[in-house]
């Protein structure tokens, strides 16, 4: 695995032949991230979505005429199919439209770039001049977003024994978790990922720079979206034994100036505070947090996000809009 993670440039920041408006098709728009998008395309004004036949949908021969007449295509599909409808996109030389994948696919494909634009001072160029595009997954969204700084900063180490834990909305499984959940035959909490092989890993370690595999525990609760991913740090193992405002510093440093990731004040909401996972639902908004304590050297690392937004179709807007060449709203 590399971190040259671009793919071949493509100037297709015009839409095509005679189109005023860039024009988007949504393969899997009836799915949970597929109707998130769309939520958030309807607001705008400079794209049009093109839609396929109901009972076209998965029809190959109908996406692609479809895929003809688009700019981008935004895939909101299973890994399976979601490369069934690349390999399709390969076959279509110079009329192939752009690509931006939700699924877990091709994170950490080396000839795609990864949708999160705030990974590095560079990736947002990466992402407007790229071919094809990964939309990141929604728990590496918040782990990259608080490691890899810290990692970049020389404050922990690439090797350091690190354990992630995370709870989201039952949103987070797509439509057959909801309906479990909505239905009542889900339990009202649980820990899962319990063979250590969840499939956010990979994209979790080759961004955040880690050269030790991390332990990634998630657990789904009873809310339907909202996340939370949590680090906990033994302060006085890591070199030169920063402090929690070291930590928080580096946050802040890196995120200066960013319109959706924000590094909070240390410690806030307060000594002994309590944070829940659904305060930015239905935002493009990641927050970023460093409890610690000077008494003990011990700290803990919180990102809170959307997990359908920043962690999924929020995020997907703000790829497509760099893909588009469309100003940020
Ligand atoms: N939910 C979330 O929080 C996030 C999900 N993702 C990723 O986005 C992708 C979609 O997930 P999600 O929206 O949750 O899943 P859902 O199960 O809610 O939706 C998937 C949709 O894809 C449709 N579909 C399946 N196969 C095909 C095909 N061959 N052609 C066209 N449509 C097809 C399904 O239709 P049908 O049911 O009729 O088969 C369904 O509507 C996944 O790869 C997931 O990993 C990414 C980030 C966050
Ligand atoms: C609660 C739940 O089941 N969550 C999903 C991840 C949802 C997600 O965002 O994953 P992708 O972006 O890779 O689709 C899971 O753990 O598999």
């Not at 994948?101 to 990736?123: I, K």
């Amino acid at each position: 695995m590399t971190l040259t993670d671009t793919n071949q440039p493509k100037s297709v920041n015009q839409p095509k032949s005679g189109a005023t408006k860039a024009t988007v098709f949504v393969d899997g728009a009836s799915g949970t991230t597929g109707l998130g998008i769309q939520e958030r395309l309807r607001l705008l004004d400079n794209v049009e979505v093109k839609h396929i036949a109901e009972d076209k949908r998965k029809d190959a021969g109908a996406k692609r005429a479809l895929m003809e007449e688009v700019d981008l295509v935004i895939l909101c599909l299973p890994d399976a199919a979601a490369k069934e409808t690349v390999a399709l996109i390969d076959t279509m030389g110079n009329s192939a439209p752009k690509v931006l994948d939700a699924s877990t696919a091709y994170r950490v494909a080396p000839d795609w770039a990864y949708g999160f634009a705030e990974l590095a001072p560079d990736q947002a160029d990466k992402i407007r001049t790229a071919a094809k595009v990964s939309n990141p997954g929604c728990y590496p969204t918040g782990g990259i977003a608080l490691l890899r700084p810290l990692v970049d900063a020389g404050l922990l180490p690439p090797d350091y024994p690190l354990t992630l834990n995370a709870v989201s909305g039952y949103s987070g499984g797509g439509k057959s978790m909801i309906a479990s959940f909505e239905d009542g035959s889900a339990p009202a909490f649980e820990l899962y990922g319990l063979g250590f092989e969840h499939k956010h890993v990979p994209e979790l370690q080759l961004y955040s720079r880690l050269t030790r595999r991390p332990i990634f525990i998630p657990s789904v609760g009873n809310y339907r979206q909202g996340m939370l991913v949590s680090v906990p740090l033994q302060l006085d193992t890591l070199p030169g034994k920063p402090s929690g405002a070291d930590l928080q510093a580096a946050l802040a440093k890196r995120y200066a100036g960013s319109k959706y990731v924000t590094a909070m004040p240390l410690n806030e909401p307060g000594k002994g505070g309590k944070l829940e996972p659904e305060a930015l639902n239905e935002t493009n908004q990641l927050e970023l947090y460093v409890f610690a304590s000077d008494k003990h050297h011990q700290a803990v690392l919180v990102a809170r996000l959307d997990n359908l937004g920043k962690g999924a179709s929020g995020a997907a807007v703000q790829n497509m809009r760099l893909m588009l060449g469309l100003a940020d709203a």
